[in-house]
């Protein structure tokens, strides 16, 4: 009985979670996290719509579960004849990857971020935090953790450089930007009251981030938020085997 109680509770646990995430990429904020930008904030607006957020939580979330599993069917084809393509390995892929550019990203380590990415990507994150360094700034995020991580896209060709697939990343953190003396100078949440503030605040998001062959790794290519998710829940499957 105490199992049947644990499980309903955390099944309850991650859909109020995905509640989080869902003020978040309806909100027209964004964190200045890597991949990220900072503007705007929530407000009353979103209360007041909120049984018909919860209805667009549920229905996105099924559309990516939808995805999700039909990328895993394809993905135990494609592993028979190329390990590279089990679930798991790009499951635990993803994760690693997500984990080790966040951290490069907080620390301007630009030598580790340009290992990672595709020269197009790094590109124009070099030059963020570029601006950032000339500004005496830098990102901190404090807890990072992924609560699921699910592959909803996966790109097979013949030319396997142009092979990809796609982490749907369910995160939190505390996310803020310090200067050069450590004292904050932007609270990068959603609420109006602690960005004026500058008050600290652990926020959910979710982002998907699309990984690009290249040899016998994989590169980030980009990172999509996920008011975006139509792009990698519609994107076609590919096989071309």
């Known amino acids: 009985m105490r ?20 003020f978040v990429l ?36 099924r559309r990516i ?28 892929y993803a994760q690693q990857s997500f984990n080790e550019i966040q951290e490069a990203w907080c620390k301007q380590d630009l030598a580790k971020l340009e290992s990672l990415l595709r020269p197009e990507l790094f590109s124009d ?9 000339w500004n005496g700034e830098r990102n901190v995020m404090e807890g990072l953790s992924i609560d699921e991580l699910r592959i909803v896209d996966a790109q097979k060709y013949r030319d396997k ?11 939190r953190a505390t996310d803020y930007t310090v200067d050069k003396d450590g004292e904050i100078v932007a609270s990068n949440t959603s609420s109006r009251r602690k960005q004026a503030n500058k ?3 652990e926020e959910s998001f979710r982002e998907f981030w699309t990984f690009e062959r290249h040899g016998e790794n994989w590169l980030l290519l980009r990172v999509d938020q996920g008011k975006d998710w139509r792009k990698s829940v519609n994107a076609e499957l590919v096989d071309e085997e």
């Open 161 to 171: 450089e142009k092979d990809i697939f796609t982490a749907c990343i369910d995160a």
């Open 26 to 61: 309806v909100s027209p904020y964004a964190f200045a996290r890597a991949g990220g930008g900072r503007n705007g904030g929530t407000g009353l607006i979103y209360l007041i719509l909120m049984p018909f957020l919860i209805a667009y939580a549920w229905y996105v979330n």
């Open 199 to 201: 008050e600290k605040s």
């Open 65 to 92: 579960n939808k995805k999700k599993k039909a990328t895993e069917e394809l993905l135990n084809t494609l592993s028979q004849a190329d390990s590279s393509w089990k679930e798991e390995n790009l499951e635990d």
């Open 125 to 133: 994150w070099k030059e963020q935090i570029e601006v950032m360094q």
């Open 3 to 22: 199992e049947c109680v644990s499980v309903q509770f955390r099944r309850v646990s991650s859909f109020l979670m995905k509640l989080m995430i869902l």
